[in-house]
T-cell receptor, first 115, second 113 residues
């Protein structure tokens, strides 16, 4: 079974600075997807960024980028120019490339932005 | 576009009771998944519905059951509630079984006392 591990329960960063959230995963599959979701106090999970395992290029979405190391099974999220609105729980998630769409989530990292 | 809507937003039930949670998927979506998120934890997959059938199930007991209606909306039923069932229940919808992106609702906070 696939597992996702986030080793940082909490992180904090100064506004406008850069922060990196870590995620490792375990799988025997070669075809899969990785995601970072943001969960603010409103509770709704919001997709931040997605990475297809077959793509070597790291995904980027505006201030958010990932460092995908397939051999090391590592998938970290970098947030540049942190903003107060970035404060939330961040979850790393795995989805198999085969079959249905079950997401496997990590335990989450609570990100605090200091003004 | 209303997105994924869940009802109710909060619910308090007594141990041993039964509860039904509801989800309306995003317009154009036909696949619905349910997740349980205990306090301080990541969401855990309960099951997924497509074409009114349960297509995949996570490691949850039979007390957890569901249904999908012809209009793609879905219900999650939990029987014989336990204190440990207290959690945020999230519904996610997508355009198909193989879609790579899931859209989540705001969840139903269930408290069992």
């Amino acid at each position: 079974a696939q597992t996702v591990t986030q080793s940082q329960p909490e992180m904090s960063v100064q506004e406008a600075e850069t922060v990196t959230l870590s995620c490792t995963y375990d799988t025997s599959e070669s075809d899969y997807y990785l995601f970072w979701y943001k969960q603010p106090p409103s509770r709704q999970m919001i997709l931040v960024i997605r990475q297809e395992a077959y793509k070597q290029q790291n995904a980027t979405e505006n201030r958010f980028s990932v460092n995908f190391q397939k051999a090391a099974k590592s998938f970290s999220l970098k947030i540049s120019d942190s903003q107060l609105g970035d404060a939330a729980m961040y979850f790393c998630a795995y989805r198999s490339g085969e079959g249905a769409q079950k997401l496997v989530f990590g335990q989450g990292t609570r990100l605090t932005i200091n003004p | 576009d209303a997105g994924v809507t869940q009802s109710p937003t909060h619910l308090i039930k007594t141990r041993g009771q039964q509860v039904t949670l509801r989800c309306s998927p995003k317009s154009g979506h036909d696949t619905v998944s349910w997740y349980q998120q205990a306090l301080g934890q990541g969401p855990q997959f309960i099951f997924q519905y497509y074409e009114e059938e349960e297509r995949q199930r996570g490691n949850f007991p039979d007390r957890f059951s569901g249904h999908q209606f012809p209009n793609y909306s879905s219900e999650l039923n939990v029987n014989a509630l336990l204190l440990g069932d207290s959690a945020l229940y999230l519904c996610a919808s997508s355009t198909s079984l193989r879609a790579t992106e899931a859209f989540f609702g705001q969840g139903t906070r269930l408290t069992v006392v």
